[in-house]
């Protein structure tokens, strides 16, 4: 076993393989991984966060004849989560000249490994998948309040990953680039629908919740994790230019299809928001979800996209879709590790992993 320094929960190997439909029935492929550091011509600094570059996870299908090994996921001593088995820095499968690829962005205060269940199993299905940890709002370095709270930025994020992966010397080549697409938890579900089309009314969003109607949405337990510098309150130059832009399209034309997983700020949208949306969207959330309550956010949504297949997973919670949490630290972290009575996280993660395998497969067919 090894641990990774990243953060949230997995899916066990049976569950998902047999519940899997193959983009290539012919193939079966084991899990490759590894790490990449891409630096925009922007750098992320600005943010207030640590790293310049966007430090990016990819899973990728390899030959079922190379190893995987265990993984856990969390700070070095300090396991979290469960990762599924993997082959670090393993060449990409042979068996096709290119594969799809999905982009993975992760929710508020979380990271791409705390996907590592759904990036796994898409990888064993035959797609390579990137997923970014968005500058000032990842768990790998505090959470600063402008990546708290300029949420339009991460879909740039994810565009200069496409950009990346594309450059990439191993992976750039056998990258299909009729078949991408994007996938996201949460903040990371607003993320898609941005990049998929949609824009965002930050004073529509305020103005809710500054109303008697306000709801958990405007009160994220992150927001708790907040660890900025007094005069990062004062709006810089950089935040103010970004606050100005906020409403423009982030559009990403090379995405083909998008996967919202609870997606949240519903808020900030309204009809006129996803006039532009012309590609194939997928709605998928819990009916137990208190977090990002689902009246207001993914069924808001779906109003306003009446072609978008939308999927509701009794029982499920905000958190079920994070990966599954180790025996030692769930009741230390019970708000993201505990799932309601009768609730198996394994199980929700294999009905999220089919729509994802059965959506994904027509729209980048």
Known sequence: MHCRCLAATALLAALWTNTALAVDDAASYHVGESQRLFHPDVPRHWRGAKTEGLLTRVWYPVDPNVPETSHEIGAPGYPIFRGHPAADNAPLSSAHATYPLLLLSHGTGGSADSLDWLGAALAADGYVVAGVNHPGNNALEPVT???FTLWWERAVDVSEVIDGILADPALGSHIDRERIGAVG???GGYTVLELAGARTNVQAFEDFCSSPAADAICHAPE???LHDDPAAVVPSAETTASLARAGVS????RIKAALAIAPALGMAFDR???SEIDIPVTLVAGTADVTVPVETNIRRMAGFLPKASVVMLPGATHYSFLDVCL???V?????FCKDNPGNDRDTVH????EQAHVFFAKALR
Do not use: E, H, N, W
Request: glycine content about 4%; proline content about 4%; overall charge neutral.
């Open 350 to 353: 294999a009905k999220a992993i």
């Open 331 to 335: 009741d230390q972290l019970a708000l």
């Open 272 to 274: 006129a928001s996803f």
């Open 250 to 253: 982030y559009r990403d034309t």
């Open 185 to 187: 938890f949460s903040l």
């Open 145 to 147: 309040r402008q990546g």
């Open 223 to 225: 927001m708790d994790a």
């Open 327 to 329: 025996p030692a630290v």
